[in-house]
């Protein structure tokens, strides 16, 4: 049975409430990738969202959506960067208080970020999982709202308004690959495409390094992992073993999961920076490099990588292509 708690009605909902605070992205050609595989690759441009992520639209849905009573008693999230900086740029934007719980490991890019939208941050212990236990507490404790990153129906239909944008675009795609952390964002994209065609392949991609929702659905429920230092720091942290949405609905919709190692990744935001003048965080690269290394099988003739976010240390950045060229000159 399809699972009924997010529809279709919800997604197209979501777009029209978001429309003043997320932006349409673009659909580009990605030539070389192309010639790599023997296929169209397109790339989906979320990482110019203004808060250089997809998870403005999830986080924009759920805040709009909520009572006047609820919003004046003001907000709380948890978060690995990205969705600490949608929640508050959605909050500042309404005038809600927003609160922001993170863990130790989260870059001082995205915390700096996020101090600059005027949210309160508690960083909380060395993991997701217990910045995300911290922030409940909280919740009860000051009776504010949750905004939960990924297990939740509006952060859920939020992000699905990607894959309505993808159905106008490129209806004939053949293969979506997209970003696997908590399955906010494939569960939603899924969801819509899945509607239009169950013959459209999603793909979600992970790194290495304690991909907690690729374990989660080999162990067929979720699973706690202790979490490691990775370039992909956005798709970092836990599922919830209390799970309510997320991992039934990659269960039902995606096709296949993947992982990338942390060198590949690297080579993939080289790769965005040097080849499409792009700047890409390690999360958002993960899609170009399951398609550098081949790792997806059956691409068809049409493929849609969705670049999740840009929200990455420049210098960071700039050493890892430096790197990259580097080594490639080594091979010559």
Known sequence: MPISDVTMLDVYLARQRIASIAKRTPLIRSPLLAQHIGASVYLKLEN????????????ANKILSLTADEKARGVI????????????YVARQLGVKAVICISKRVPSTKVNAIKRLGAEIVVCGESQDEAEE?????????????????DGPFVIAGQGTIG????????EMDTVIVPLSGGGLISGIALALKSASTTIRVIGVSMERAPVMYHSLRAGKPVVLEEEETLADGLAGGIGLDNRYTFRMVQEYVDDTILVSEKEIAEAMAFALEKHHLVVEGAGAVGIAALLHRRVREVGRNVVIVVSGSNVDIPLLLKIAQDHNTRSKGDV
């Open 48 to 59: 110019i969202q203004e808060t250089g992520a997809f998870k403005l639209r999830g986080a």
């Open 164 to 171: 309505l944008e993808l159905l106008e675009d490129l209806p």
């Open 77 to 88: 999230a948890f978060s690995s960067g990205n969705h600490g900086l949608a929640v508050s």
């Open 134 to 150: 911290h922030a409940f507490q909280m919740q009860k404790e000051q009776g504010l709202t949750m905004i939960n990153p990924s």
